[in-house]
Nanobody, 125 residues
């Protein structure tokens, strides 16, 4: 069984930076693509970023391109989301997710079969 545990969320000012981490248990992490999603109050969960199993390919939502960077360390079973120039609209609960395959770098949540419990990011202006 895979468990994903996010950390690094918090309350920051607009324009600040924050790095989220997601630690995975189990032996499948290094062979699976990983993604980050977020859900703001009253809104549906939305795709943020994804990275393939080796870290060679990534994909981002248009709203975060140029500000967010996804990366992974397979030796540490951890995926990261570096966020800079944070905006009010980035306020949400951020979830990491493990994809069903190695190469999937899309935003369809149905392609992800394990999810973390989420970490709150609040950006104040």
């Amino acid at each position: 069984q895979v468990q994903l545990v996010e950390s690094g969320g918090g309350l920051v000012q607009a324009g600040d930076s924050l790095r989220l981490s997601c630690a995975a248990s189990g032996r499948t992490f290094s062979s699976r693509a990983m993604g980050w999603f977020r859900q703001a109050p009253g809104k549906e969960r939305e795709f943020v970023a994804t990275i393939n199993w080796r870290g060679g390919s990534t994909s981002y939502a248009d709203s975060v391109k140029g500000r967010f960077t996804i990366s992974r360390d397979n030796a540490k079973n951890t995926v990261y989301l570096q966020m800079i120039a944070l905006k009010d609209e980035d306020t949400a609960v951020y979830y990491c997710a493990m994809a069903r395959g190695s190469y999937y770098i899309g935003g369809d949540p149905r392609q992800y079969d394990y999810w973390g419990q989420g970490t709150q990011v609040t950006v104040s202006s």
